[in-house]
């Protein structure tokens, strides 16, 4: 059983991207930005925003933070998107979700400029992805598919099963390994909480994907030997143990399927860790694609 260390992967690609901005610097060319657009008080949100201009800084990409009142208007908001998607400096824009009530996220989203959409999240980048064009995919379900890539995982003809259909996650994945590429070019099962047996369909799945936000729902008995299994929850257990009082599990009861698994991604360190290290990329794309140099 191999673990899938998504903390040494995420580190090995930022690396990379941070040779790739040292080379830019080097012959005077600009490098690739990124803004982060923060409304309201949000304080998980706060921390997500703070981590990724952090991770932008470590490699030398230009970011800038905007924190808005989070009774801002959505008239002002998306002025503001506007001005960044007509701005040179930035190639990504990022507006932290969930937004204020009062505010109509699709609306949001769908001011992004497609060429700037770096979250993936815009129907025409979804859309992209469905039909196979090349586009920005959304930063988690990209970070899967890249683990596939690093581990050389097969997948062509593998049973993927998808647990959860979220915009963000269950839909992108299993649209990704549908596509007739490599490390993709699977056969696909979704399942969401219909599912009347989960196990029945788990235990057909050669490559299980467990994004549902149940904290260790999958257990031993429901997978078969020799599966792959990338677990996307990230769920807060109490645990006295921990100052915290918490501890953080998956989807998946690690420790009933990894002895029977071929692969796994353990939570935390999994997959969370590549979900930046994909903005990032998505920019570097973003960049290269906005000044015609791929
Ligand atoms: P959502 O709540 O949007 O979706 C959960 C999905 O799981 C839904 O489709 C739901 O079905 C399905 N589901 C829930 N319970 C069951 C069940 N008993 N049987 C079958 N299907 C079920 O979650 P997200 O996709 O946003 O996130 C999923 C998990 O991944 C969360 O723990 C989240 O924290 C984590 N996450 C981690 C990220 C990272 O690592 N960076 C990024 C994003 C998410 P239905 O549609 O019928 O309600």
Known sequence: MTIIDGKATAAAIRLELKEKVDGLKAVGKDVPGLVTILVGDNAASEVYVKSKIKACSEIGFNSKAEKLSGDISEE??????KKYNDDKTFHGI??????PKHIDEDKVIEAIS???DVDGFH?????NLVIGKDTFV???PAGIHELFKRYNIETKGKHV???GRSNIVGKPIANIMLQKKDFANSIVTICHSAAKDLSYYTKQADILIAAMGRAEFIKGDMVKDGVVVIDVGINRVEDSS??????????VAYHEVAPKSSFITPVPGGVGP???AMLLQNTYKAFLKINEMN
């Open 76 to 81: 002002k908001l998306l002025a503001l998107v």
């Open 94 to 99: 990022l507006v932290q979700l969930p937004l």
């Open 114 to 116: 497609p060429a700037k």
């Open 123 to 127: 129907p025409i980048s979804i859309g």
């Open 138 to 140: 959304s930063c988690t």
């Open 161 to 163: 099963v998808v647990v």
């Open 242 to 251: 921990k100052p915290r009082g918490y501890s953080l599990v998956g989807d």
């Open 274 to 276: 590549m979900t930046i």
